[in-house]
């Protein structure tokens, strides 16, 4: 798993790490099989996950049948899913065990129509980074880019994330 090396540990970031010593040609599979048991609308969809970091996700969408819309490119929706996924992923690769990932708010702006494969890359930056390692509640906007075969943009995205602890204090009353 690339991009590892940071001393923080969450579920998510030691399941994967399990498969460092998988040999490289099957860690993708077994990398998609785990996030599709723990998410089983990834695999119904038919995302895939290209690769995943602390900082960074890479999630395809390939242009079949099953996402495709009336025109024959991936439907809005199934854009939306990837860019959400990819952005969840890496908040998910951050957050505290103890506490649990919700989104709040998609903003998407679909720019044009796209044409093949979908590409979505989420990038956190580091200042996120420390704040989700080091709060157990708190709000970060994660942007996404979404690219098709072209190379060129089809939606302009940002997800808000929030996190909050999994299970509520109780106020003593």
Known sequence: ?????????NAMRRTLGKLDAV???????????????TIPFVGTAGLSIQSISADEVRIRLKNTRR?????????????????ETAT?????MNVQDQ???????????????S????????TLPDDAIAQLHS???????VPVEVT??????????????????KVRKSDGG
């Open 1 to 9: 798993m690339q991009n590892m090396t940071m001393s923080f540990s």
């Open 23 to 37: 040999p490289g040609m099957l860690q993708g599979p077994l990398r998609n099989f785990a996030i599709r048991r």
């Open 67 to 83: 996402v495709q819309n009336h025109i024959g490119s991936v439907h809005a929706a199934a854009a939306a899913l990837l860019a």
């Open 88 to 92: 969840g992923l890496v908040v998910g």
């Open 99 to 113: 506490c649990i990932p919700l989104m709040k708010k998609m903003t998407i702006q679909y720019t044009r129509r």
């Open 115 to 122: 044409e093949g494969d979908l590409l979505g890359v989420a």
């Open 135 to 141: 709060t157990d509640k708190g709000a970060v906007v």
């Open 148 to 165: 098709d075969t072209t190379g060129q943009a089809t939606l302009i995205c940002e997800m808000d994330w929030a996190w909050i602890p």
